[in-house]
């Protein structure tokens, strides 16, 4: 079993930035590619980013590209989502999910672990 543990949202202004980390714990030397999604009132939950299991693929929804970066760092089981120039179209519930396969999945149903998710607001 892996659990998965968000940190990092809060308020932001517009223009402004948040860096997100996810944490897992468990079974998790075993995980392969990780991502972000993120899910606003009364909308599907949204593909935001991904990485795989080395960092040397990574993968952006249209919506964030050149705005937010994903990375990783295997040895503190820790992935980052930092994410700049942000929007009140930003504003969501961003969760992290991680699968055992090592490949791009941007479907939600493709994942499977989950953490609990963190809000993220950003004011206009």
């Known amino acids: 079993q892996v659990e998965l543990v968000e940190t990092g949202g809060g308020l932001v202004q517009a223009g402004g930035s948040l860096r997100l980390s996810c944490t897992a714990s468990?079974?998790?030397?075993?995980?392969?590619?990780m991502g972000w999604f993120r899910q606003a009132p009364g909308k599907e939950r949204e593909f935001v980013s991904s990485?795989?299991?080395?960092?040397?693929?990574?993968y952006y929804a249209d919506s964030v590209k050149g705005r937010f970066t994903i990375s990783r760092v295997n040895a503190k089981n820790t992935m980052y989502l930092q994410m700049n120039s942000l929007k009140p179209e930003d504003t969501a519930v961003y969760y992290c999910?991680?699968?055992?396969?090592?490949?791009?999945?941007?479907?939600?149903?493709?994942?499977?672990?989950w953490g609990q998710g963190t809000q993220v607001t950003v004011s206009s």
């Open positions: 990485i795989t299991w080395n960092g040397d693929n990574t």
């Open positions: 468990g079974r998790s030397f075993s995980l392969g590619t």
């Open positions: 999910a991680a699968k055992y396969g090592n490949a791009r999945y941007d479907s939600p149903d493709a994942y499977d672990y």
